[in-house]
């Protein structure tokens, strides 16, 4: 903030948070509730800090971004995760979704193949007392074997198609949300759910993210 510019104060800058997230469709009271009690400008440094406020993506270390608030809502909402759900994340990026996802169930496992983004992130949930998070990096198209199956999987970077070891991670009854597309083009969010009969797709909105990447990177 500009000298001479009025001083926000932090109850008046959450509330328009929260009004720009319901006035783009994120509605659900338990996902509200999560994303006011986290707070964005945990996980955003340097000169971008004071926009961590504001419904856009912004840079993170390592050429990645963390996702537009309103996005990480309507991913959340079209996540439906209930309170014993045990919850994976590929993409940890700055941590702030997994950090969501930690106020709405009992466990999140969340992966990057960068080790530096995994650490800044463990920093700053060991920080918030965010004890239910465990993160790791790990290339995450191939899932978390070991601590598989999974209610809900939330994959935060585009795949040209879902994962088929997420896939095969998913409960029955669990449900997946990834973007899917080619990178750098719009991508389509799509939430598959896995029932008797096999899995159910359905197209949610057209988003854009950094694309999903083999193999752990050099950081
Ligand atoms: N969810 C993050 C934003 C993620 S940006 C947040 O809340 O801030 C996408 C992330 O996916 C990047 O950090 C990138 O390193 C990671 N990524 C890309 N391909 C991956 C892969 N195969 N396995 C694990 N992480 C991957």
């Known amino acids: 903030m500009g000298e001479g510019e009025p001083d926000t104060s932090d ?34 440094r340097g000169h971008f800090a004071d926009r ?20 990480v809502g309507l991913m959340t909402q079209a996540l439906n995760v209930q309170p014993r759900d045990t919850v994976l994340e590929v993409g940890t990026g700055s941590g702030y979704q997994a950090a969501i996802l930690s106020q709405l169930c ?55 198609d879902p994962p088929g070891p997420l896939l095969a991670q998913l409960k029955l009854g669990g449900i997946m949300v990834v973007p899917v597309g080619q990178s750098d083009t719009v991508q389509s969010l799509i939430k598959v759910t896995r029932t008797e009969r096999g899995f159910e797709y359905e197209e949610l909105r057209p988003v854009r993210f950094v694309p999903l990447i083999e193999g752990l990177a050099s950081d």
């Open 52 to 71: 961590a406020y504001e419904d856009m993506p912004l840079p993170i270390a390592c050429g990645q971004t963390i996702s537009q608030p309103s996005v």
């Open 106 to 160: 009992r466990r999140v496992y969340t992966v990057d193949r960068h080790r530096k983004l995994v650490a800044e992130a463990q920093h700053v949930f060991r920080n918030l007392g965010l004890v239910n998070i465990t993160a790791f990096s790990a290339d995450g198209s191939f899932g978390l074997p070991e601590q598989a199956p999974f209610d809900r999987i939330i994959v935060t970077a585009a795949a040209e």
């Open 11 to 44: 109850a008046e800058r959450k509330m328009r948070f929260l009004y720009a997230l319901r006035s783009r469709g994120v509605t659900d009271g338990r996902v509200l509730t999560a994303m006011e009690r986290i707070d964005r400008g945990q996980f955003v």
